[in-house]
C-alpha cells in the first residue's frame, strides 16, 4: 500500500467478529497520521458508529476523517469528559501500570516506600485527571497506583504473567511490508 519510496500507504481493519479495528500507517505518514490522531479516529469517528450497527457510516466516517488529517485539517477538539466511564477506565489501565511500575519505583526509592506509593498516587491522580478528565476515575487510579507502587514492581508483573497465557489477542508490535511500502508496528487499535 502506498508509494515505494514514500511508504505514504494507510491501512483500515476491521475483525467485525472480534469486535476491533486498527489503523495501520506507513512511516511515511506517521507525521500527519500519528498514533495518537488513529486512536482518536477510531475511538471518537469509527466506533460510535460501530457500537449502533453501522459499519458502513463507522467506515465511510473514519476513512474521511483520515483523510482530512492527511490533507492538513486538524481533527475535533478531543472531548475531555467521556460520556461512556468504562471506556475511561479501559484506557486508563494501561497508563497506571506504565506511571506506577515506572515511575512509581523510581519515587519509591527516592521517597521509601510508603513516601514513594504516596507521591505516586498523588502523581497519577493529577495525570489521570488530565488524560480521561473524570476525577472520579482519577481518585480511583491515585489509589491503585499506590497500592501497585507500595507492593511492589516485581509482585505486580509476576502477577500479571501469571495471567498470561492461551492464546495471543490483538495485533502486536513488529510492523509488515508489502505491496507499495513499510508498515512501522504503530497505528492505532480499539474495540467496540
Request: without cysteine; positive net charge; aromatic residues 6%.
Amino acid at each position: 500500500m502506498g508509494r515505494q519510496k514514500v511508504d505514504d500507504g494507510v491501512i483500515l481493519v476491521v475483525a467485525k467478529d472480534d469486535r476491533t479495528v486498527r489503523i495501520e500507517v506507513g512511516y511515511g505518514l506517521e507525521g500527519a497520521l500519528s498514533d495518537i490522531t488513529s486512536k482518536r479516529i477510531i475511538s471518537e469517528v469509527i466506533v460510535p458508529h460501530f457500537k449502533r450497527g453501522d459499519f458502513f457510516q463507522g467506515l465511510q466516517s473514519g476513512v474521511g476523517q483520515i483523510i482530512s488529517v492527511i490533507d492538513g485539517e486538524p481533527l475535533p477538539e478531543h472531548q475531555r469528559h467521556s460520556k461512556n466511564s468504562d471506556q475511561g477506565l479501559r484506557q486508563l489501565v494501561p497508563f497506571l501500570l506504565i506511571v506506577s511500575l515506572g515511575v512509581g519505583s523510581v519515587l519509591r526509592s527516592a521517597f521509601g516506600r510508603v513516601g514513594g506509593s504516596l507521591v505516586t498516587g498523588m502523581v497519577v491522580t493529577g495525570l489521570a485527571w488530565l488524560v480521561v478528565g473524570s476525577l472520579l476515575l482519577a481518585i480511583f487510579a491515585g489509589i491503585a497506583a499506590m497500592f501497585v507502587t507500595l507492593i511492589g514492581a516485581s509482585t505486580v508483573l509476576h502477577g500479571l504473567g501469571g495471567m498470561s497465557g492461551g492464546g495471543r489477542h490483538g495485533w502486536g508490535g513488529g510492523g509488515f511490508r508489502g505491496g507499495g511500502g513499510g508498515f512501522g508496528g504503530g497505528g492505532a487499535s480499539g474495540r467496540w
